[in-house]
């Protein structure tokens, strides 16, 4: 009698699907949370520039004080904490974003913010990105290309 185990091709493809789902969870929260922090982060920087008397300029030292307090943490320099700051001010007062905005990567975020000229066509990309999964490779593509045919429609819909 043989002590080998036989299965059939794809009798354990369950476990590949089970881990593969979880690992896609994961990353989703994960994702979320960073989205989270950036957004509270730049809620603190929004408040922080406004009460000061030097602008934005008190960024530099915010960045300087992680840099020597946390010099292993990386992403929180100067164009860091900016572009977190400018996350929250361009999204702080817009409805439309907060149900996708934790299911956007970061570095689609910024894609969005610097690649669209209003808050309808950020609304667009914001909304197909969410829906089609795009990588940023994806998104870049079609931020330049005919997209905006598409966001034109989106639009006309949008105002009917």
């Not at 354990?12 to 949370?33: T, Y």
């Not at 572009?83 to 929250?88: D, I, P, V």
């Not at 913010?113 to 990105?129: D, I, Q, V």
Request: charged share 25%; proline share 2%; hydrophobic share 40%.
């Amino acid at each position: 009698m043989s002590s080998e185990l036989t299965h059939n091709p794809g009798q354990f493809d369950e476990v590949i699907h089970i881990i593969d789902n979880a690992r896609s969870r994961a990353m989703k929260a994960v994702n979320a949370e960073l989205i989270q922090m950036y957004w509270s982060v730049g809620a603190y920087l929004s408040e922080l520039c406004s009460a000061s008397s030097f602008g934005d300029k008190i960024i530099d030292e915010v960045a300087a004080y992680i840099a020597q307090e946390n010099p292993n943490i990386k992403g929180f320099n100067r164009r860091g904490l900016y572009r977190m700051k400018q996350f929250y001010e361009t999204y702080k007062d817009d409805e439309f974003v907060t149900p996708l905005v934790t299911q956007i990567s970061w570095t689609n975020h910024l894609l969005i913010m610097s690649g669209s000229k209003t808050a309808e066509e950020r609304h667009f990309y914001m909304a197909l990105c969410a829906k089609e999964h795009y990588s940023k490779r994806e998104l870049e593509r079609q931020i330049g290309t005919s997209v905006l045919r598409a966001f034109d429609d989106f639009r006309q819909e949008a105002n009917a």
